[in-house]
């Protein structure tokens, strides 16, 4: 078996359907791993819609895992060359398994495959707005990584380092990374560890995987959902984000905010303990830690997600070092960037201002039309 496309889905029926046609719509050698937790909703019934065709296999939780024990639970009964690794509110663009293998081949059998997406928000996932959005650009990748090539193990090490300035030069998303089985049998104590199961991952596959290809074009799209952990985060919504993914992001002196960031700081502690020879100077920054969380205070301010004394409270929380550090900001292009971008899109809506770059597209209701959409513009090859 070629390919391994791990679905692991948690009453996302509403969605499933679409995502699932995207796949096995592809004529390719693949297996479809779909990891059943214990859905209550229409997800059975979505999934007898394709019983028929052999190359879906159906695992069956009787009680509900977290998200990492459902990845793992998928994981686990791949038996493909590559894994990839799919939400149920996403999508394969036409194509996509033709051009990884001619990717694959051209490389002499890489370890990880990275490349670009398009995203999709479809409607009421942030807040009680209604519209879709989407984005040309998933993520946007630093100057030079604009044409297909191998990344220098020197270049995936600087990537790794610089998330522990809190940095972020991938997409921390499962689904823009094709991942060789071999290569994911190397991480000690399994590919996918929580709280983020994906942020872990990759840093671990930058460091320890051989080859990585890098491919600039979109081949799916990442879609939010109002069942996304995205949903909760762009809605101020951070408990329910947590208790989503069953995760408790605790450290000594985490500070309320934006539940990515602490997820991030209990991962990159986590990579330290993982690869102390790989990591052995590099801490995480405790400056940048702070001056982002202040930038989601002051965001969710904006937005109405916290009222001005809950700010001045969480400003409170602050010691003499992290004020210090907070003053460093002066120095920060990145931070200015941000609080600019802040006050200048005064006139978008909520979700504009938070993910720069998406746009509203009328009349599109769900992702398969959008992907519909986008096959048919003469610009998209």
Known sequence: MRFSVLLPTRNGGHFLDNCIGSILGENADIELIVSDNANSDETPAVLDRWRSDPRMRVLRLDAPVSVTDNWNNALRAATGDYLLMMGDDDYLLPGYFRRLASVIERHGEPDCVIYNAYSYVAPGSIGDDDNSYFGERHFRYEAGLDREMLLAVELRQSIVRD?????????????????????????????????????????????????????????????????????????????????????DAQFPGRLPGNELLNGMHVWLNMLKQAFPNELCNVEVDRAGYVRRQAYAWLMQLKLGGIDRRACLANFARLGARDWCGLAATIFDRQSWSRLTRMFALAAKSDIEQQWGGLAPIPGIRNIAEFARWLTSRTDHP
């Open 163 to 247: 998330m522990f300035r809190f940095r972020v030069r991938i997409p921390l998303n499962m689904q823009t990374t094709l991942v060789r089985r071999q290569a994911a049998a190397l991480v000690k104590g399994g590919l996918f560890q929580p709280p983020f199961p994906d942020h872990f991952a990759l840093n671990s596959l930058l460091l320890l995987a051989g080859k990585w290809a890098f491919v600039p074009e979109p081949l799916l799209v990442v879609g939010v959902t109002p069942k996304s952990f995205g949903h909760y985060v762009y809605s101020n919504q951070q408990a329910g984000g947590l208790a989503y993914l069953g995760i």
